[in-house]
C-alpha cells in the first residue's frame, strides 16, 4: 500500500454552503458530522473504487509473473467506523465486537492469517523498489509511490486524483480532531449523566473510552460485550450523544471556516469526478 505522510493545506476560498444541523445517516440517534461524507464516503462508490483498484493491480502482478494475494489497493473507511468518534453507539455491535472498532478487528484477523509471506521479489513487483513523493495540487507531500509498481499504476490509472483525496481526508481528521467540544456544558452534563447511567448497570467510568483499558487483550471477551452494549445503551438514554454529536457538528463547522473553508467543495467535485472516472473504466 502506498505509504502517506500528509500535511495540512489552507486556502482562502469559501465553502459553498452553509451549516444546517441533520441528523447523521451514519449513527443512529447522534447528529451528522460536516466531514462525514469525506472521512466515509457513499459505501457503494467506494467499493467501486476499490474493486477497480484491484482488478487492475492483479492484471498487473499476472503480467509480472506472479498471483495478486488481494488487499494493497487503498480502502475508505467503513461508515460503520464513524461511530467509534464517540466509543461504540450500536448496541447490536457492541454485542459482536464489544468495545473494538471494526477496523481493529479487520486487523486482527490479518495478523492471524497464516499464509506465508510474499517474497522480495512479489513486493517489488507490487510495491516498486524507489517510492518517490506525490504532491497533491496545491504541492504538498500527500504520501510516496513508485509509479512503474503494479500499486503505482494502479493509483494513478484508477484513481488519477488520488493524491487530491487523500490531503482532502486527511485535513477533514484534522478538523475534526481540533475542534474538542468535550470541556463545553453540554457534553459535560452528558458524560455525567452516562457515568450515572452506567452506574446503575454497576459500573463506574467517567468516560466511555477509559473501559478499553481493562481489556486489553485482541479479541472482545464476553464481559467486555456485555459492558459495551450497555454503554452503547446509555450513549443513547443519557442523551451523550446526542449534545455531544450536536456540539462536536457545530464545532467542526466553524473549524473548517478558519482552516479549511473549501474541504467540502474540493471533495464533492473529486469525489464526484473519480467515480464517473472508475463507471467509465
Known amino acids: 500500500m502506498a505509504s502517506v505522510v500528509v500535511f495540512a493545506a489552507t486556502s482562502c476560498a469559501k465553502q459553498n454552503e452553509q451549516f444546517d444541523l441533520v441528523e447523521s445517516d451514519l449513527i443512529e440517534g447522534a447528529w451528522a458530522n460536516p466531514v462525514d461524507r469525506v472521512l466515509y464516503p ?14 487492475s493491480i492483479a492484471a498487473c502482478m499476472a503480467e509480472r509473473g506472479f498471483d495478486y494475494e488481494g488487499g ?5 473507511f467503513p461508515r460503520e467506523q464513524a461511530q467509534y468518534f464517540y466509543g461504540v453507539t450500536d448496541p447490536a455491535s ?7 472498532s471494526t477496523i481493529w ?25 524507489t517510492p518517490r513523493d506525490v504532491r497533491d495540487s496545491t504541492g504538498v507531500v500527500v504520501g510516496a509511490s513508485d509509479p512503474d509498481s503494479c500499486l503505482g499504476m494502479a493509483l494513478d490509472s ?3 486524483n ?15 480532531l481540533l475542534s474538542d467540544v468535550k470541556s463545553r456544558r453540554p457534553v459535560r452534563n452528558g458524560f455525567a449523566d452516562w457515568s450515572e447511567c452506567m452506574a446503575q448497570s454497576g459500573h463506574d467510568y467517567p468516560g466511555p ?32 450523544l446526542r449534545a455531544w454529536s450536536k456540539a462536536q457538528a457545530e464545532a467542526t463547522w466553524d473549524e473548517l471556516q478558519r482552516s479549511y473553508p473549501d474541504l467540502l467543495s ?9 467515480v464517473e472516472y472508475v463507471e467509465g473504466l
Open 158 to 160: 484508477v484513481t488519477p
Open 42 to 55: 457513499d459505501e457503494s462508490a467506494a467499493a467501486m473504487i476499490h474493486a477497480a483498484g484491484e482488478a
Open 266 to 274: 474540493r471533495w464533492d467535485v473529486l469525489f464526484a469526478e473519480t
Open 72 to 76: 494493497a489497493f487503498p480502502e475508505f
Open 105 to 129: 478487528m479487520a486487523s486482527v484477523l490479518q495478523s492471524q492469517d497464516e499464509s506465508s509471506s510474499p517474497s522480495d521479489d512479489y513486493l517489488a513487483a507490487l510495491n516498486g523498489r
Open 94 to 100: 457492541a454485542e459482536t465486537n464489544g468495545l473494538r
Open 162 to 176: 488520488w493524491a487530491d483525496l487523500q490531503g482532502l481526508q486527511y485535513q477533514a481528521g484534522v478538523a475534526l
Open 209 to 240: 473510552w477509559l473501559m478499553a483499558y481493562d481489556f486489553l487483550g485482541d479479541s472482545p471477551t464476553e464481559a467486555e460485550k456485555a459492558l459495551a452494549v450497555t454503554s452503547a445503551n446509555c450513549m443513547h438514554s443519557s442523551g451523550l
